[in-house]
Antibody, heavy 113, light 105 residues
């Protein structure tokens, strides 16, 4: 079972771009696998953001689709999230995951000037 | 696919049998997971494929259901079980239920 670890800036300015990376260890990022991002605003529930297959196919939450991009870098065994035009409503703990079994510990991203 | 979880809050005592329900807006077969989450921690998988117990999870946790109706049961509530619980469908993309807070009565 893989281990996942999120990394990236903890503070992003409004209207800026949120960029996070998920490093995968203890397993391959290739093969028939989907890699996902989930977020959780403070005091609220879980929201699926999007996913990418190791082949490069992607799916996004319709409510975020116009602003989100998920990409994979197999050479670095990592995948990434970019969310553009952020507002305070995008402040959340962001988790990377593979299927229901493997989740990263999460990283808090605050949108504030 | 919408997931409707109930109740939103459940007050119970140690030793109680507790049941949480999740309803899908359309059939998801058995592609359903249950998670436990404590403050400041990532969700912890309890049950996958509706009724399969994740390795290392105590046997007092069980899941059942298929199609659109699912339940998570804790047979005898323990002090460590007071937490938030979420259901998740992964039949088509992912959707989470709104969550259930299990609190001390």
């Amino acid at each position: 079972q893989e281990q996942l670890q999120e990394s990236g800036p903890g503070l992003v300015k409004p209207s800026g771009t949120l960029s996070l990376t998920c490093a995968v260890s203890g397993g391959s990022i290739s093969g028939d696998k989907w890699w996902s991002w989930v977020r959780q605003p403070p005091g609220k529930g879980l929201e699926w953001v999007g996913e990418i297959h190791s082949s490069g196919d992607t799916n996004y939450n319709p409510s975020l689709q116009s602003r989100v991009t998920v990409s994979v870098d197999q050479s670095k065994t990592q995948f990434s999230l970019q969310l553009t035009s952020v507002t305070a409503a995008d402040t959340a703990v962001y988790y990377c995951a593979r299927g229901p079994h493997s989740w990263g510990p999460g990283t808090l991203v605050t949108v504030s000037s | 696919i919408q997931m409707t979880q109930s109740p939103s809050t459940l007050s119970a005592s140690v030793g109680d049998r507790v049941t949480i329900t999740c309803r899908a807006s359309q059939s998801i077969n058995t592609w359903l997971a249950w998670y436990q989450q404590k403050p400041g921690k990532a969700p912890k998988l309890l049950i996958y494929k509706a009724s399969s117990l994740e390795s290392g999870v105590p046997s007092r946790f069980s899941g059942s259901g298929s199609g659109t109706e699912f339940t998570l049961t804790i047979s005898s509530l323990q002090p460590d079980d007071f937490a938030f619980y979420y259901c998740q469908q992964y039949n088509y993309l992912w959707t989470f239920g709104q969550g259930t807070k299990v609190e001390i009565k």
